[in-house]
């Protein structure tokens, strides 16, 4: 699912945000993804506000996943040719 900062609260977000940690995220709106170009193929987004609360996970499980990867494969890449829907065009690995 894509989450988004919105302009007005990046600064305030950003310094609580690290990669390569966990978190917990509450406080946020669900709204629906773009019409256009999305990371993900998902029908909701996440929308930070200045309500969003954000902490840090210290005792992380062991099994908890480093990466998720969704593999697109070249027949569906090459039916988005032209396509305006999804970023067909990157790699996108997200950390979790």
């Known amino acids: 699912m894509e989450a988004v900062v919105p ?7 950003r310094a609580k945000l690290i990669e390569d940690r966990v978190y917990t995220i509450q406080y946020f709106e669900v709204c629906n993804a773009r019409a256009m170009y999305r990371p993900v193929d998902h029908p909701y987004m996440a929308r ?17 996943p480093l990466y998720a990867c969704s593999i697109t494969l070249f027949p569906a890449l090459r039916e ?3 396509a305006r829907e999804q970023l067909s065009g990157l790699i996108c690995c997200s950390y979790f």
């Open 80 to 82: 988005r040719v032209g």
């Open 7 to 13: 302009a007005k609260w990046i600064d305030e977000q």
């Open 48 to 64: 930070f506000t200045k309500h969003t609360k954000i902490n840090e996970l210290t005792a992380v499980p062991p099994d908890f």
